[in-house]
Each structure stands twice: as structure tokens, then as C-alpha cells.
């Protein structure tokens, strides 16, 4: 079974940075989509970004478009979400979701995706 690990969450001041990491276990030689997803409290999950499982094709949410960047290291099984400028509205539950079935696209939609990570915190707070 795949698995997905989250790590890079913390609190940081308005205007900050953080870099997110995705790093997946079992079935290490083959490569995955990747998408970014974040909850806020009281709200639904909204895709932050993906990534296509050799990194050809990646997306963005508009509210986070040159802001965020997302890139993989297929040698390490880690994806990355670089956070820059951030805002108190980019607060909530960072996942990253895995999917193993296409080659060429990713999604920002979560039935797309086949297996999930727990998550990590990320709060932007003066």
C-alpha cells in the first residue's frame, strides 16, 4: 500500500515562507500524481495545486498563482509545495494526495486521487 507522509507545517507570520514535503512509501519505483489540498476550519477542502507523475503538468488554485510553487524529487519520493507570501486565509490542513493511474495529467480535484495523507498544519498569524 502506498503511503503518504506530510511534514513542513508550523506557524508562521503573515508574509512568511514554508515548504511543505510529500514523501511516499511502498511502491517507491514507480512515480505518481500529486495534488495539494488545504482545509480551513469551518470550510470545504479546496486543491491548492498539483503535479503530474513525471512533473510535465502542474496547476494552480487562482488564489494562490505565483505565490505557491510546487516541484517533486522522483529520487526521493518527495513532492514539495514552496509557500511564499503567505496570508491568515492560507491557514488550515495541508494533505497531499496520490494518484497512480495516469501518466500525463494531475488534478485539483479530490476524487482524482487515490491515497491520502493525514495531513499537516499550517497557520499564518501575527
Known amino acids: 500500500q502506498l503511503q503518504l507522509v506530510e511534514s513542513g507545517g508550523g506557524l508562521v507570520q503573515p508574509g512568511g515562507s514554508l515548504r511543505l514535503s510529500c514523501t511516499a512509501s511502498?511502491?517507491?519505483?514507480?512515480?505518481?500524481?500529486i495534488g495539494w489540498f488545504r482545509q480551513a476550519p469551518g470550510k470545504g477542502r479546496e486543491g491548492v495545486s498539483c503535479i503530474s507523475r513525471y512533473g510535465g503538468i502542474t496547476d494552480y488554485a487562482e488564489v494562490v498563482q505565483g505565490r505557491f510553487r510546487i516541484s517533486r524529487d522522483n529520487a526521493k519520493n518527495t513532492t514539495y509545495l514552496e509557500m511564499h507570501s503567505l496570508k491568515p486565509e492560507d491557514t488550515g490542513i495541508y494533505y497531499c494526495?496520490?494518484?497512480?493511474?495516469?501518466?500525463?495529467?494531475?488534478?485539483?480535484?479530490?476524487?482524482?486521487?487515490?491515497?491520502w495523507g493525514q495531513g499537516t498544519q499550517v497557520t499564518v498569524s501575527s
Open positions: 511502498g511502491f517507491t519505483s514507480d512515480y505518481y500524481a
Open positions: 494526495a496520490a494518484q497512480t493511474r495516469s501518466r500525463y495529467l494531475c488534478s485539483r480535484l479530490g476524487d482524482f486521487y487515490d491515497y
